[in-house]
């Protein structure tokens, strides 16, 4: 909105010059969540300060294409703003399941298109606390949040759908969008109402990487009394699965004691919670050719 280009780094041994699977991983499409976008550079400087000494690193880089794009949202950002600039919340505003209540949001953009209103929360803390509209209806939202006037309507979501389909030409594999802080790996659908049900395998291939994630990593499964029936209509995850039909995950990093809406965020302990999504990444990393195809994600990174 104010400008700000949003970088990607792509990490690839360009010698290689055939055709490679490539993904996706980014970070901070909710400005104030910092760990989100800190993490993916710490990825990219741990792959290329490995590449050649170690195998593992090696053989990803001469076989795919890493796109990385640390800061979806540049002005949230420097603002620690979970928001846009246009006070919209980036990952509500993606074409699937738009603009639905039950889904949290509320498709508003600008008031009179000059005043930001960007969330209307129904309970002080979403994840935690439960008001008595809750306890009527266990259904409702616990708060909505602004998602725009129409799909697309920002220039930073604009940017990430451009972007997915020029990927789609290029052997797109697997797309992860980290945020903070639940602690786990998220699956679809967050929709409200999802355009379609999961295939066998595909539930399969998910299930597996939470499986693998959960046992040898210190995050969690979902914990479905905390964010009780909790839905997020017009999420990028979503999209990208529906949009391309591939592996599509939203990584929470941190603690839910770290939500930067809900508690002001700590930003501390930083060195810990980087390294704690370098065996994430490189679960998916050496499975990028399993996870293009839908198949078993069963090979075993090397890790320190």
Known sequence: VLGRDIWCIRITNENNTKQKPSCLIDGCIHGSEWEAGDACLYLAEYLLINFDTNETITHILNSSEIYIIPLVNPDGRQKNNRFNDNGIDLDRNFDIDFGRLRGSVFPLGKLFGRIKISNLPLSTDPYREYTVLHKLFPSFPRFFTNCGRRPFSEPESQAMRDFMIELSNNDFSFYLDCHTATHCICIPWAAFKPPFEKSKQEQYIYDYIIEWVTKNTEYEKVDDVAIMNYKASGEITDWCFKEFRIPSLAFEILSVDYEP?????????????????????MYLLVNIENLHDWETPDIQPSLP
Do not use: R
Request: proline share 5%.
């Open 261 to 281: 809406w809900i508690v002001g965020g700590k930003h501390d302990n930083l060195v810990h919670w980087m390294k704690t999504t370098i065996p994430v990444f």
